[in-house]
């Protein structure tokens, strides 16, 4: 199946300047997952079902720090789009509160790409 503008996706962007293993980068990214899905399950309850028959389609993009993760926070907001930022308990690797991941979507991939297209793979 070809993807399109308007199929549904989520993106999840880890903050590199953590240096997370990738177990916790794992950790961070489902939990972002599943705090947007149940969100968007409330407002958005069609989108998801489209998202998750589709495949439920998610990116994993890095982002070089705190600041730059909380511009895009922002920016996703006023997009409309469900957010989600992982403050991590601190158990392991970082502090407790520590900002790790931020999740967008889903949403209509057209829109998350607007706002996540310059970002690199993680």
Do not use: F
């Amino acid at each position: 199946m070809v993807s399109t503008p308007d199929d549904p996706t989520m993106a999840l962007i880890v903050r590199h300047d953590l240096r997370l293993s990738s177990g916790k980068v794992a950790v961070q990214c489902a939990h972002a997952a599943v705090s947007c899905t149940l969100a968007a399950r409330k407002s958005h309850a069609r989108l998801v079902e489209r998202w998750r028959q589709g495949g439920a389609r998610k990116i994993c993009l890095k982002i070089e720090n705190l600041k730059e993760l909380q511009r895009l926070a922002g920016q996703a907001q006023a997009a409309g789009l469900v957010t989600h930022l992982v403050k991590d308990a601190g158990h392991t690797e970082v502090e407790p509160g520590t900002v790790t991941v931020l999740g967008i979507g889903p949403g209509p991939r057209r829109s998350i790409d607007a706002l996540v297209g310059d970002l690199k793979p993680y």
